[in-house]
């Protein structure tokens, strides 16, 4: 059973479960079958100019405000490839996003993927996704337009299936997701790979904020039958899944994520990309210092409200990114509500760099605890999970050799 659709959660910022509170009757466009084989669908396909080849340059920022830059240097020969799925983060009006890509699309892909071409050739399939301003509408209460739930899912397997008909060749392949992307390759991983042939080529699967259940003190047997947690570095085969909570702000009993299924007596699995094999670990964040966290400034109080400095007194940051070695660390920890990944932030009274991050869901003046930090799961975590895949890059690279 998919537990990733939450009773209380209506339209989910990043879940494709908006659809399921909406009115259910399909739209004409879900009839139309999305042509895949045409690069104008993709944001990002290997050899040419796109929503991956952008700057990602950062600025190492120290405890005493000293600085640094830190150069993206993609791998010109990458020996595997990346699948992935963007979150909830289309403007168009409606339910059901156009095929148009917006900037929307090119921010998030710049946040959350574009870094992954260090290790990896990059997909990325644009689809109708269910959107942002459906979100919106159904957390205001207004009558949101009817949309076809099946439409993103749709496309993402034929975008898949075009993938490994025509560009795949035998490689390794590493599927990644935040939210709605999750939540769609959970289903696809659980139909299309799971105890399939195709599994031979998992080098892993990455799903950040959802609640992927498995059996408790077991690694497989929920959503995936044949696919285990991760638990070492370098393990292939497996999944890395979490969703990011500050340390102290746990999962309240209302949290969109981090719960089990009772029904099915299912628990929501958390693996650190930090520490794969438990414990604490140093995070390796890259966050955001240029554009908007959402694209529309109606929706910018949502996103945590004005953007931070990150040096004490500010000074000017020229690049995209920043590093902000020390401050962050992240552990898998339980509470009465659920799993998820506890980040903890560690000041330094007196530094001359800020002592905390934003991130968290603001509404009517007041962050979320339900959220948890759903917005930044990939920002906190992309460094180590990047490290996670060239580790498990060579270890399936020396098994197929074999």
Request: net charge neutral.
């Amino acid at each position: 059973m998919l537990h990733n659709l939450r009773a209380a959660v209506a339209v989910v910022l990043c879940l494709a479960g908006a659809g399921t509170a909406l009115a259910q009757s399909p739209q004409a466009s879900s009839t139309v079958r999305v042509d895949y084989s045409q690069p104008a669908n993709w944001l990002c396909r290997p050899g040419r100019k796109d929503a991956c080849d952008v700057d990602l340059d950062a600025t190492v920022v120290a405890v005493d405000g000293s600085t640094r830059i830190d150069r993206y240097r993609p791998n010109p020969a990458p020996p595997i490839d990346c699948f992935y799925v963007y979150p909830t983060v289309s403007l168009d009006p409606g339910v059901d996003a156009t095929m148009k890509i917006g900037p929307e699309e090119r921010l998030i892909v710049r946040r959350q993927f574009a870094r992954f071409g260090a290790v990896c050739r990059l997909f990325a399939p644009e689809y109708r996704q269910h959107t942002l301003t459906a979100l919106v509408a159904e957390m205001d209460k207004k009558r949101s337009p009817d949309g076809d739930p099946a439409t993103p899912y749709e496309d993402v397997l034929n975008a898949w299936r075009e993938y490994l008909a025509h560009d795949n060749h035998g490689r390794g392949v590493v599927l990644i997701g935040h939210s709605q992307g999750s939540f769609i390759l959970t289903q696809l991983v659980a139909q299309e790979i799971d105890g399939k042939p195709v599994q031979k080529r998992l080098v892993s699967v990455i799903l950040a904020g959802t609640s992927l259940q498995t059996p408790p003190g077991r690694d497989a047997g929920g959503d995936f039958k044949h696919i285990p947690l991760c638990h070492a570095a370098g393990e292939t085969g497996c999944v890395i899944t979490f969703a990011s909570f500050r340390a102290t702000s746990p999962p309240p009993a209302t949290s969109y994520f981090g719960q089990g299924d009772p029904k099915a007596g299912t628990v929501a699995a958390c693996v650190n990309p930090a520490a794969l094999a438990g414990g604490s670990g140093p995070l390796r964040a890259f966050m955001q210092t240029e554009g908007p966290w959402l694209m529309s400034g109606s929706l910018r109080e949502i996103a945590g409200g004005a953007r931070p400095n990150w040096t004490q007194p500010p000074e000017p940051i020229k690049t995209p990114f920043v590093e902000l070695p020390g401050l962050l660390s992240a552990r898998c920890e339980s509470n009465a509500h659920g799993n998820y990944l506890a980040i903890f932030v560690h000041p330094t009274p007196g530094g001359r760099r800020v002592n905390d991050i934003p991130g968290d869901i603001v509404m009517n003046g007041e962050a979320q605890p339900n959220w948890g930090l759903h917005l930044i799961d990939v920002d906190l975590t992309i460094g180590d999970l990047i490290g996670d895949v060239r580790a498990e890059t060579r270890t399936y690279l020396a098994k197929t050799a074999r």
